[in-house]
């Protein structure tokens, strides 16, 4: 796939009818038709995880859990999504490295796909070519780090088995399958509880888990028995 932004992405002018909160890692920002991504570059945060969390996409979620978001709101948000891959493109990459850190990879890739799966919708052949493009950005750029492997490899996987349902691509899920299966036993203690010692990020990795099992589970795809004892052990 090409990876840079040389192909013909289509950018439908969509207004809101009203300004919307888009809820960060620590503070909020109001948002309407003037919106620019690049108004809002690492600087303009005090704290660099509200940054990376503006390139996440969460926040949509958080929008669609709280019923923010209608019909000219989503259609608002793919558009942005399309915009921002034009500014931030992979040409881009090295400029906008904290952008381009696989946990935000990892991020965009899994937020967009619940996104869709909870309004419903079909991606359209742009969005597709965006989350190709990442997938397999993702891949080459799993987070390994020998002995010092995270939780972040658990993220990585999660975006692979999601990516994988959605697209039904048995590919990917195998490779998601293994990557949980031989890392995440090397991050749990003998009470099944995070090594790192942190019951938050313990609370997000079964997150990470469960959201897999219900990906598989919606695509009626065989659920390892290996991972589901995993996920009721935790």
């Excluded at 590919?171 to 036993?185: H, M, V």
Aim: glycine share 2%; net charge positive; charged share 25%.
């Amino acid at each position: 796939l090409n990876l840079s932004n040389n192909f013909n992405l289509k950018i439908e002018p969509i207004l809101l009818k009203k300004k919307i909160a888009i809820e960060l890692a620590s503070k909020k920002i109001l948002v309407g038709n003037n919106f620019k991504w690049k108004d809002y570059k690492l600087k303009y945060f005090k704290d660099t995880e509200d940054f990376e969390s503006l390139h996440r996409w969460k926040w949509v979620i958080k929008a669609l859990s709280q019923n923010k978001i209608n019909r000219s709101n989503y259609k608002w948000f793919l558009n942005q999504v399309i915009i921002w891959y034009k500014n931030y493109n992979f040409e881009n990459n090295e400029k906008n490295n904290l952008i381009w850190e696989t946990y935000n990879v990892s991020e965009r890739i899994c937020n967009l796909i619940i996104f869709s799966k909870l309004l419903n919708l079909k991606l359209s052949k742009d969005i597709n070519i965006i989350l190709n493009n990442h997938i397999n950005y993702l891949i080459d750029n799993l987070e390994f780090f020998g002995e010092n492997t995270g939780n972040h490899i658990i993220n990585n996987a999660r975006a692979l088995y999601l990516f994988g349902c959605y697209y039904d691509n048995k590919k990917i899920i195998k490779i998601g399958e293994k990557i949980l299966l031989n890392e995440l036993p090397k991050l749990l203690d003998n009470d099944n509880m995070l090594n790192e010692g942190s019951t938050h990020y313990h609370f997000l990795v079964q997150t990470w888990l469960l959201e897999i099992y219900f990906f598989l589970s919606q695509k009626s795809k065989k659920i390892n028995p290996k991972f589901l004892k995993i996920i009721i052990k935790m």
